[in-house]
């Protein structure tokens, strides 16, 4: 896990620890997939920077997720192995803890448009404009049972 | 104060467009007063990487998540539905989907055909021309023929079908129930200079290409050449009345935060089924004390929305996913009344294309079938371009105890108190909705889906506003009368959804627009005695 990440945001290095361990253990990296995990240096910069307009949410999570290690396990989020904290992370998410769900939100946002992810999903790392994509016509002889039974609306 | 003008237009959006166009061949001096911007294409949300984030942030449905400064807070904490608009030139059809359906005739008859509600004052056939010149204005795409309708012309092809709409059409077709090619208000080629779709996918958040018919890009540029003035950045305070009870004006706000008034003839309001409502109710006077046009007491009442049931299936097969217009085909088997479903009225399926990889990770994860920590890549990737599905959109019959009222306490950034929503889901829409999500789970299942994911209603769904200042001929059970002209002040007109007498079941934006250009003509005939 990186020690550090951008310092020009508003959340304590106690909060970016806990943010750090929690976005890596939501989504940890895959060696199968060849996929960084959320924890990832510029990922991590990127949950760090969208979150700075909901930093009394994000913080307010960060918080409770203390919280509930030193109540279950008598240590700091931190220090608990990936599992355990994926845990914490998806019971609290459960009960709709909001912030927890806001940083679950901007952790998915940030996650799957990097070019990495992206890539390894298949996808060209592009916006969709102004290139556009293709999508088949299809086939509209499929209305045929459609047409054969005739008018459904009811005339007034 | 400014120099009066002949019509006062207040909103942009659909209808406010429609009429404005419709009204410039008078060469009479038309203002429209906008509480928001014009928009820029180039920066909507689909010309850049973050294009879903921006659907929750300042491009997000709802104007209490956006908070931009052109919008006003809604307290809608009241209500199981929130609800979603946009402020621009343009108004919410900056975001809406496209989705274009119009109403049916027995839309227009509820009261006689099932004895509940009312009937309108006004049937289909009246609307019948102004829906065709609306489909010419705004460029629909669609297919002719469609048996749940009478005969309507289409004026470009449908878009495509996709791997998801064609899958979804053979789980309808193994069930032989109705579907068909859905009418869009997006170009499938080149029309009235925009450019065709290009499948962006991100149509809820802006048309970057410019092929969905927003009013920006549609009514308005006509309007602007025929000599309408759009004044962006004014947000009306209330309507004035002079000393006969007539509309002598309007108090805005401008772009400087300056208190302005601006004299008009003719005022015509145009701000949705919400904005219509605060803006009448805070427009008091001595004459008017509960708001003007407002002596019926209904102003603000009988708020529908279309509750929502969204049902969606996981598939084996990669489908479209992020590509292609969320829209493709809808259904309406379950439109007209079966007394035998357990509810009056029906509902029409908008069948979803798929989610882009960001909605796909939510939706995974919210609803548990994409775990956090060890196996997420793996579940991701049984639903990344494996999700399609559909809406229900039910029609909301009008209960005067669902209502817009005006906020004893929040108000928007100049001072002017916010709507507050006051609203319960009917148990005949609950019905409804249960009838929906389980029709549309056989299809799926029928379609090859090997799990469902239903949500009903949907909560952030409040995207139709109708209702709150309904039409009608009697003036103690209506605001407007046949034509959009209040019952009270004469000189007064509403041509937004809050003058819909019912909901219909299906989106009302193509109904809302055919209406103003039917109040337009409307007025253009009567121009010698409009006032009488």
Same mark, same amino acid.
Request: some cysteine; glycine content about 10%.
């Given at each position: 896990?990186?020690?550090?990440?951008?310092?020009?945001?508003?959340?304590?290095?106690?909060?970016?620890?806990?943010?750090?361990?929690?976005?890596?253990?939501?989504?940890?990296?895959?060696?199968?997939?060849?996929?960084?995990?959320?924890?990832?240096?510029?990922?991590?910069?990127?949950?760090?920077?969208?979150?700075?307009?909901?930093?009394?949410?994000?913080?307010?999570?960060?918080?409770?997720?203390?919280?509930?290690?030193?109540?279950?396990?008598?240590?700091?989020?931190?220090?608990?192995?990936?599992?355990?904290?994926?845990?914490?992370?998806?019971?609290?998410?459960?009960?709709?803890? $909001?912030?927890?769900?806001?940083?679950?939100?901007?952790? $998915?946002?940030?996650?799957?448009?990097?070019?990495?992810?992206?890539?390894?999903?298949?996808?060209?790392?592009?916006?969709?404009?102004?290139?556009?994509?293709?999508?088949?016509?299809?086939?509209?002889?499929?209305?045929?049972?459609?047409?054969?039974?005739?008018?459904?609306?009811?005339?007034? | 104060?400014?120099?009066?003008?002949?019509?006062?237009?207040?909103?942009?959006?659909?209808?406010?467009?429609?009429?404005?166009?419709?009204?410039?061949?008078?060469?009479?001096?038309?203002?429209?007063?906008?509480?928001?911007?014009?928009?820029?294409?180039?920066?909507?949300?689909?010309?850049?990487?973050?294009?879903?984030?921006?659907?929750?942030?300042?491009?997000?449905?709802?104007?209490?998540?956006?908070?931009?400064?052109?919008? *006003?807070?809604?307290?809608?904490?009241?209500? %199981?539905?929130?609800?979603?608009?946009?402020?621009?030139?343009?108004?919410?059809?900056?975001?809406?989907?496209?989705?274009?359906?119009?109403?049916?005739?027995?839309?227009?008859?509820?009261?006689?055909?099932?004895?509940?509600?009312?009937?309108?004052?006004?049937?289909?056939?009246?609307?019948?021309?102004?829906?065709?010149?609306?489909?010419?204005?705004?460029?629909?795409?669609?297919?002719?023929?469609?048996?749940?309708?009478? %005969?309507?012309?289409?004026?470009?092809?449908?878009?495509?079908?996709?791997?998801?709409?064609?899958?979804?059409?053979?789980?309808?077709?193994?069930?032989?129930?109705?579907?068909?090619?859905?009418?869009?208000?997006?170009?499938?080629?080149?029309?009235?200079?925009?450019?065709?779709?290009?499948?962006?996918?991100?149509?809820s958040s802006g048309c970057a290409q410019g092929a969905k018919?927003?009013?920006?890009?549609?009514?308005?540029?006509?309007?602007?050449?025929?000599?309408?003035?759009?004044?962006?950045?004014?947000?009306?305070?209330?309507?004035?009345?002079?000393?006969?009870?007539?509309?002598?004006?309007v108090v805005y706000f401008d772009r400087d935060g300056v208190?302005?008034?601006? %004299?008009?003839?003719?005022?015509?309001?145009?701000?949705?089924?919400?904005?219509?409502?605060?803006?009448?109710?805070?427009?008091?006077?001595?004459?008017?004390?509960?708001?003007?046009?407002?002596?019926?007491?209904?102003?603000?009442?009988?708020?529908?929305?279309?509750?929502?049931?969204?049902?969606?299936?996981?598939?084996?097969?990669?489908?479209?996913?992020?590509?292609? %217009?969320?829209?493709?085909?809808?259904?309406?088997?379950? *439109?007209?009344?079966?007394?035998?479903?357990?509810?009056?009225?029906?509902?029409?399926?908008?069948?979803?294309?798929?989610?882009?990889?960001?909605?796909?990770?939510?939706?995974?994860?919210?609803?548990?079938?994409?775990?956090?920590?060890?196996?997420?890549?793996?579940?991701?990737?049984?639903?990344?371009?494996?999700?399609?599905?559909?809406?229900?959109?039910?029609?909301?019959?009008?209960?005067?105890?669902?209502?817009?009222?005006?906020?004893?306490?929040?108000?928007?950034?100049?001072?002017?108190?916010?709507?507050?929503?006051?609203?319960?889901?009917?148990?005949?829409?609950?019905?409804?909705?249960?009838?929906?999500?389980?029709?549309?789970?056989?299809?799926?299942?029928?379609?090859?889906?090997?799990?469902?994911?239903?949500?009903?209603?949907?909560?952030?769904?409040?995207?139709?506003?109708?209702?709150?200042?309904?039409?009608?001929?009697?003036?103690?059970?209506?605001?407007?009368?046949?034509?959009?002209?209040?019952?009270?002040?004469?000189?007064?007109?509403?041509?937004?959804?809050?003058?819909?007498?019912?909901?219909?079941?299906?989106?009302?934006?193509?109904?809302?627009?055919?209406?103003?250009?039917?109040?337009?003509?409307?007025?253009?005939?009567?121009?010698?005695?409009?006032?009488?």
């Amino acid at each position: 896990m990186p020690a550090t990440i951008a310092t020009d945001n508003p959340f304590t290095a106690d909060e970016q620890r806990t943010l750090l361990a929690l976005v890596g253990a939501v989504i940890p990296a895959s060696a199968e997939f060849g996929t960084p995990g959320a924890d990832d240096p510029a990922i991590a910069a990127d949950i760090l920077a969208t979150a700075r307009p909901y930093h009394a949410a994000v913080a307010s999570a960060l918080s409770q997720i203390e919280s509930t290690a030193a109540t279950r396990y008598d240590a700091a989020y931190t220090d608990l192995d990936a599992a355990t904290r994926a845990t914490i992370a998806s019971d609290l998410s459960r009960s709709r803890f $909001a912030g927890v769900g806001t940083l679950v939100t901007i952790t $998915a946002q940030c996650y799957y448009r990097d070019d990495r992810v992206m890539r390894s999903l298949g996808m060209v790392p592009r916006s969709p404009y102004p290139d556009g994509f293709e999508v088949p016509r299809g086939d509209w002889s499929l209305l045929e049972p459609v047409r054969q039974r005739g008018r459904i609306y009811k005339e007034v | 104060m400014t120099d009066p003008v002949d019509v006062l237009i207040v909103g942009a959006g659909a209808s406010g467009a429609a009429v404005a166009w419709s009204l410039a061949e008078t060469r009479m001096r038309i203002v429209c007063l906008e509480q928001g911007d014009w928009m820029n294409p180039t920066e909507y949300p689909s010309a850049g990487r973050d294009w879903e984030a921006r659907a929750f942030s300042d491009m997000s449905i709802s104007p209490n998540r956006r908070k931009r400064e052109t919008d *006003y807070p809604v307290n809608d904490a009241n209500s %199981p539905i929130s609800v979603a608009n946009f402020n621009a030139v343009g108004g919410s059809t900056i975001l809406y989907a496209g989705h274009f359906p119009r109403f049916h005739p027995s839309d227009f008859r509820v009261r006689t055909l099932d004895g509940v509600a009312d009937d309108w004052p006004i049937d289909y056939r009246t609307l019948e021309p102004y829906y065709a010149e609306n489909d010419r204005m705004m460029g629909v795409s669609g297919l002719a023929g469609d048996p749940a309708y009478p %005969p309507k012309a289409s004026v470009m092809p449908p878009v495509p079908l996709g791997r998801a709409g064609t899958a979804i059409a053979k789980g309808f077709n193994e069930l032989g129930w109705h579907w068909w090619p859905s009418d869009t208000a997006i170009a499938t080629e080149t029309y009235d200079g925009r450019d065709k779709c290009i499948n962006l996918g991100a149509c809820s958040s802006g048309c970057a290409q410019g092929a969905k018919a927003s009013t920006d890009i549609t009514y308005w540029p006509h309007a602007v050449r025929a000599g309408v003035e759009v004044r962006t950045r004014c947000r009306v305070r209330e309507i004035t009345t002079n000393g006969n009870g007539m509309a002598s004006g309007v108090v805005y706000f401008d772009r400087d935060g300056v208190e302005r008034f601006q %004299p008009a003839e003719v005022v015509i309001v145009a701000c949705n089924g919400v904005g219509t409502p605060r803006l009448l109710l805070n427009s008091t006077s001595g004459r008017f004390p509960d708001g003007i046009a407002n002596t019926s007491g209904l102003v603000g009442k009988n708020l529908m929305f279309h509750p929502y049931a969204s049902i969606q299936g996981i598939f084996d097969e990669p489908l479209d996913g992020y590509r292609g %217009p969320g829209v493709c085909i809808w259904s309406q088997e379950f *439109y007209e009344t079966d007394p035998s479903r357990g509810f009056v009225r029906g509902y029409t399926y908008e069948i979803n294309r798929g989610r882009g990889p960001v909605a796909t990770a939510l939706t995974g994860m919210f609803s548990g079938r994409i775990p956090f920590g060890e196996g997420h890549h793996e579940a991701y990737r049984q639903l990344f371009s494996r999700i399609a599905g559909m809406v229900g959109i039910c029609e909301d019959l009008p209960e005067e105890h669902n209502t817009v009222t005006l906020d004893p306490e929040l108000t928007d950034g100049h001072g002017i108190p916010a709507p507050k929503i006051d609203y319960t889901l009917s148990e005949n829409s609950r019905r409804m909705l249960d009838h929906a999500v389980a029709r549309a789970t056989e299809v799926l299942t029928a379609a090859g889906a090997k799990d469902v994911i239903t949500e009903a209603p949907i909560g952030v769904g409040g995207w139709h506003l109708m209702g709150t200042a309904r039409m009608g001929t009697d003036p103690e059970r209506s605001v407007v009368n046949d034509w959009g002209r209040s019952h009270d002040v004469k000189n007064l007109f509403i041509v937004d959804g809050s003058i819909f007498v019912t909901s219909a079941g299906v989106n009302p934006t193509r109904t809302i627009q055919a209406l103003a250009l039917y109040i337009a003509d409307s007025m253009k005939k009567r121009l010698a005695d409009l006032f009488d």
